[in-house]
């Protein structure tokens, strides 16, 4: 029912997503600065994306973690988990219970995957949006994944609900966009494009801000840099 980017890029670590159901960004990515990045999806049990950032924190391989959780979860015949470490090791795992197309690409620091998916370029045509956007900022190139998901048939339900989780090395996200809910016209890959289009030029101020709160307001900084 979903389909994912995940990637590390430098000290960054991201998930992009969409979906059918409302609020993937709720129950899907979860991502621990200088850890890992993990989605468990298709039929998905939250609690197993906090049990994977754990093992990965002990020193266990993303191979590892999912052999930890077929071990643990009587449900993993259902599930598609995938995970990204700080080392940029992949792996992912697509149940036998996986409906329609579904399946997975890994690559070198990242992965693309989807279940439930309306064709069978799906994960191929995000695989390749993802290597074509070298060069770009890691939110760009994650958008650009899902984007090409979407437009190559996306989820078989539609796409209702996105997310992109960014990790720097704080412990809190560099960006955290939700579309929880896009019941049309437009569809949540629209709307996520336009809220990363508004948060883009803000990436290098809440870097920053933290550190300097006497700092002007988000509004007067941007005009400043917009006038420069």
């Known amino acids: 029912m979903t389909f994912t980017a995940i990637a590390r890029e430098g000290n960054l670590l991201g998930i992009a997503q969409c979906t059918n159901p409302l609020a993937v960004g709720g129950r899907c990515p979860f991502i621990r600065a200088n850890v890992g990045a993990v989605s468990t999806q298709a039929y998905t049990d939250p609690g197993l994306g906090p049990l994977a950032i754990e093992l990965l924190t002990m020193g266990h391989s993303p191979e590892k973690v999912l052999k930890e959780l077929s071990e643990t979860d009587p449900g993993f015949a259902w599930r598609q988990i995938g995970i990204v470490d700080r080392h940029g090791r992949a792996a992912v795992h697509t149940g036998d219970s996986n409906k329609d197309y579904k399946g997975s690409i890994t690559g070198d620091g990242y992965l693309v995957m989807g279940n439930y998916l309306k064709s069978d370029r799906v994960v191929k045509d995000m695989n390749e949006a993802f290597l074509a956007s070298k060069g770009k900022i890691l939110e760009d190139r994650l958008l650009a994944a899902i984007t090409a998901g979407r437009d190559a048939g996306g989820d078989l339900g539609g796409q209702r609900s996105s997310v992109i989780l960014v990790y720097d090395t704080e412990a809190y996200a560099r960006t955290d966009l939700r579309v929880d809910w896009a019941p049309g016209p437009e569809d949540a890959i629209v709307g996520m494009t336009?809220?990363?289009?508004?948060?883009?030029?803000?990436?290098?101020?809440?870097?920053?801000?933290?550190?300097?709160?006497?700092m002007e307001g988000w509004e007067d900084w941007l005009k400043k840099q917009q006038a420069s």
């Open 194 to 214: 336009k809220l990363l289009d508004l948060w883009r030029p803000l990436i290098p101020y809440y870097k920053e801000r933290p550190h300097k709160p006497e």
